[in-house]
C-alpha cells in the first residue's frame, strides 16, 4: 500500500468566500468547506466498509455533515469525509474490503463541493439542470451525476436544514459553475 509521508495543503479554487445571496433572491451559494473525497470501487460490495453503508440503493447519499457517501452505480461510491481523516479512510475502506477486488482513489485535489441552499435553490439549480428537483423525484438523500450548463457535476441532496444542495465538479469547472448558479440566482430573484 501507498505511504502518505506529506500531505499537500489544498489550494481553494473558489477562494474563501463566505455565503453568498446574490441579488437578495434568497439562495445561498457558496463554495463547501476542506473535505477529502474519494472514489471507491467495488464488485458484491459487504454491508459496510469503516463505518460507511455500501448496501443503500443506487442513486443515494447517506451520512451526515462530516463523513457522507453517495452510490452512483452498481460498483462506484463518492466519498467525502473532513480531512483529518484523509490518510486514514483509505486504510480502514481496505481493511475491512479484504481481499475482493477494490479501488480507492483520493480526488480530493480534482473535485470542488458548492453548497447551494435557500427556498428557491431547486430554481437556480433547474436554470442549467434537466433533472426534476421536486420532492417526490429528488428527495433528500438523492444523489446523482447529471449537467449544470455544460459541465458534468454530481448532485446532491442532504438531510436536514441549512444548505441542502450539493454541487461537486471537477476544478477545472469551478468557476464555470459557481458562476452559473450565481447568475442562475440573480435571474430567480
Known sequence: ?????????RARPLGRSPAADPAGSGIVIRPAG???RFSLRVRGPA?????????????TVSGDARRWI???GPDEWLIGTDESEADTLPGALGAD???????????????????????????????????????????????TRTLLGKAEIVLIRHHG?????????????????HGFLVEAAQSAG
Open 97 to 143: 474490503l479484504g481481499e475482493r477486488f477494490h479501488a480507492i482513489v483520493d480526488i480530493s485535489h480534482r473535485n470542488v463541493g458548492i453548497d447551494v441552499g435557500g427556498a428557491r435553490a431547486a430554481l437556480a439549480l433547474n436554470a442549467g439542470c434537466p433533472l426534476d428537483l421536486g420532492e417526490t423525484a429528488f428527495p433528500a438523500g438523492s444523489a
Open 34 to 36: 476542506p473535505e477529502a
Open 1 to 9: 500500500m501507498l505511504e502518505a509521508l506529506y500531505r499537500t495543503a
Open 161 to 177: 436544514p441549512g444548505l441542502p444542495y450539493r454541487v461537486e465538479c471537477w476544478r477545472s469547472f469551478s468557476a464555470y459553475v
Open 47 to 59: 454491508a459496510s466498509a469503516a463505518g460507511l453503508p455500501l448496501d443503500r440503493p443506487i442513486n
Open 70 to 72: 453517495a452510490r452512483l
